[in-house]
């Protein structure tokens, strides 16, 4: 079974850095799209930035220029690296993640999503 692991959420001041990480533990036979969601109390779940299978990462406007995402292949790993954060970035920060796997009866394509890691930002 295919969970998404993250790691490196925290408590961070207004303008300092901070990265995330994301793998899947499990058997996979790829990884089609992988990125990072985020929700605030009170607000739905937003994206933050995904980079799909033809290699281009969309971001939101609100993170363009401070946030990047990044993936090692060969680990099958996603990060984001915040930078000049906001306390408006403050929120839980998922990640997702389109899997093929191998199945009985032929390839599964599941989404996934990681538990979540809270992001919190002080001004």
């Known amino acids: 079974q295919v969970h998404l692991v993250e790691s490196g959420g925290g408590l961070v001041q207004a303008g300092g850095s901070l990265r995330l990480s994301c793998a899947p533990s499990g058997s996979i036979l790829r990884i089609n799209e992988m990125g990072w969601y985020r929700q605030a109390p009170g607000n739905l779940r937003e994206l933050v930035a995904v980079?799909?299978?033809?290699?281009?990462?969309n971001y939101a406007d609100s993170v363009k220029g401070r946030f990047t995402m990044s993936r090692d292949n060969a680990k099958n790993t996603v990060y984001l690296q915040m930078n000049n954060v906001k306390p408006e970035d403050t929120a839980v920060y998922y990640c997702y993640a389109r899997i093929s796997t191998r199945e009985d009866l032929g390839v599964s394509i599941t989404d996934y999503w990681g538990q979540g890691t809270q992001v919190t930002v002080f001004s």
């Open positions: 980079d799909s299978s033809d290699g281009i990462t």
